[in-house]
Structures are given as structure tokens and as C-alpha cells.
């Protein structure tokens, strides 16, 4: 996963001087539950309701780690030069999203088992391709640091969450950006995010989100509100699949090539007509799951 586009601090708000009066499970739901329910605040024309952000985040989960549901302890070298991808939406070291979940964990708990490997984890941040030998000497024990936390500990499945919810409301501003309003469009831009990230100043990237909506827009000669939503949608998933089939950075060629199915099951769900993301959601054949 490339970082996550522009997140901004959504909860931040929702947290401060309540959240430290909690129990450490009661901040996980709480804050979850506060989460979704001032989530329309984003966008009070065209809000998306709780269910439908949930099961656009189900989708994404489901893409990431088989399961429509946040796997907090997943953490895997996928040989994709991006060192360690983890956690719900899959993390990684490259990107500085796994730094930042880290970040964020001990700002609720100072004292942590992770916090010591930030430092680490930034200097590899600026290493073009990281291989596990380097991950292995660098971030020694990584992996079982990671996991041992991820089930131990509520408040490092919050700052994940925090990760999720702030991404996920970047999303949207992205999607309202570019003339999208349906649930499933907010969908598919999130995932697109998700996987594929932003362009960074300076630093433009052929396989990001941008480039694939400017190539949308430029095959039909307009945005969503031009040519109609379903109709941009269904050429942004298909410049999408072209990325992930032969995409310009080598190091995500294998990785990539086998994930056009969640491309699949977006443009499955266009064909279907389900815009609104109405449940249950039956992602089959692509992927075992029916969210409801």
C-alpha cells in the first residue's frame, strides 16, 4: 500500500481530554462509534451513510487481507520493496504509514514496544527498494513486536483505526474533488488510494490515483459530472487494471498482478448497478465473502 492521500487529523477532536477518562476498550468503540456517526460532516450535500462506509471499508480489508473485517496483527514482507506491510489496510514501511500508525500508538502510550524502532523505520523510508536482509538487521523482531501489540493492547488498534478513518475521509474530499458522489464511487476511490497512494510534490508517480483519472477523463473527454458517473467510473477501474497488470515501478510487477480481482469486483458491482452499495454485498467469484 502507498500512503494513504492527504490524511487530515479527523479524529483528533473526537479524542483530547475525554478519551484519557476511558477505559482503554470503551476509547476503541467509542471513538469508532463518534467516528461514524459525525462522519456526513464531511460532505452534508451528498453524506454517505454509516453502512455504506462500512461496507466500502469491509471491501478494502477484504482486498488487503482476505477478510471483511481488520486484521490488526497482519504483518508480512510481500518482496515488493516496500518492507513490512501490516495491519488493517496494509501499512508499509516505505510509504511511512507504518511509522505513522507507531506515531500515533505512543501518543496514547508513551512507553510501548514499537516506539523504538522509529527511528529505523524512517531511515528506511528513503531506501528505494528494501529486501528482508535489510529489514531483518534493521527491524530485528519486528514482526512478533507487531503482533504481540496488535492483540495485547486496545489503544494500538485505535491509532490504526485513526489511520483508517482519516484516510477514508481524505478519500472522500478526493472523491467530491473530482465530481464523485455515489457510495460506490467513494468505494473504489478509497481502494484506489488505498493501494496506489497519491503524487507527492516534486515526485510524480505513473501508478498513483491522479495519473489514472487524468487518463479517465482525458478517454472521454470529460469528468463524472460530464460523462456521467458510472460511465468515468467504469474507465478509471479499467486504466486501474492496466496499472496493476504492468505497472512502472518492477517492484510491485508480481505483487500487483495478482490483485486485478479487486478491480474486478468493483466493476462487477457497476454492472450490478449498486451504487449506493446496498447489502449484502456478494463479492464472489473474485473473493469468499458476503458482506452484509
Known amino acids: 500500500m502507498h500512503r494513504v492521500l492527504a490524511p487530515a487529523a479527523v479524529l483528533a477532536c473526537l479524542l483530547g481530554p475525554w478519551a484519557q477518562a476511558q477505559t482503554f476498550e470503551s476509547q476503541v468503540e467509542s471513538v469508532r462509534a463518534r467516528a461514524t456517526a459525525s462522519f456526513s460532516l464531511f460532505n452534508p450535500v451528498h453524506p454517505t451513510t454509516a453502512d455504506q462506509r462500512r461496507r466500502a ?45 507507531i506515531e500515533r500508538y505512543t501518543k496514547l502510550r508513551p512507553v510501548n514496544a514499537l516506539s523504538t524502532y522509529t527511528h529505523n523505520i524512517y531511515l528506511l523510508e528513503s ?90 477523463t482525458a478517454a472521454l473527454g470529460g469528468g463524472p459530472l460530464a460523462v456521467g458517473e458510472k460511465r468515468w467510473l467504469t474507465r478509471f477501474l479499467k486504466e486501474r487494471r492496466k496499472i496493476l497488470s504492468n505497472p512502472n515501478d518492477p517492484n510491485t510487477k508480481g505483487a500487483w498482478a495478482t490483485s486485478v480481482d479487486r478491480v474486478d469486483t468493483f466493476l462487477m458491482l457497476l454492472k450490478q448497478g449498486n451504487m449506493d452499495l446496498h447489502g449484502p454485498l456478494d463479492t464472489r467469484p473474485y473473493f469468499d465473502a458476503v458482506i452484509p
Request: hydrophobic content about 40%; aromatic content about 8%.
Open 57 to 101: 471499508l469491509a471491501l478494502t480489508f477484504l482486498f488487503e487481507n482476505e477478510q471483511p473485517y481488520c486484521l490488526y496483527d497482519y504483518v508480512q514482507d510481500l518482496n515488493d520493496g516496500r518492507g513490512y506491510t501490516a495491519g488493517c489496510i496494509g501499512f508499509n514501511v516505505r510509504s511511512g504509514t507504518v511509522r505513522d500508525v
Open 127 to 216: 531506501v528505494p527498494e528494501i529486501d528482508h536482509q535489510t529489514l531483518d538487521a534493521m527491524l530485528p523482531n519486528f514482526v512478533m513486536a507487531w503482533q504481540t501489540v496488535a492483540r495485547s493492547d486496545a489503544l494500538f488498534r485505535q491509532a490504526q483505526d485513526q489511520a483508517v478513518n482519516e484516510g477514508f475521509a481524505a478519500s472522500v474530499r478526493e472523491a467530491d474533488a473530482l465530481g464523485i458522489r455515489s457510495a460506490l464511487g467513494r468505494a473504489i476511490i478509497y481502494d484506489t488510494s488505498v493501494q496506489h497512494g497519491g503524487e507527492d510534490a516534486g515526485q510524480p508517480d505513473p501508478d498513483s490515483l491522479p495519473p489514472m483519472a487524468r487518463k479517465a
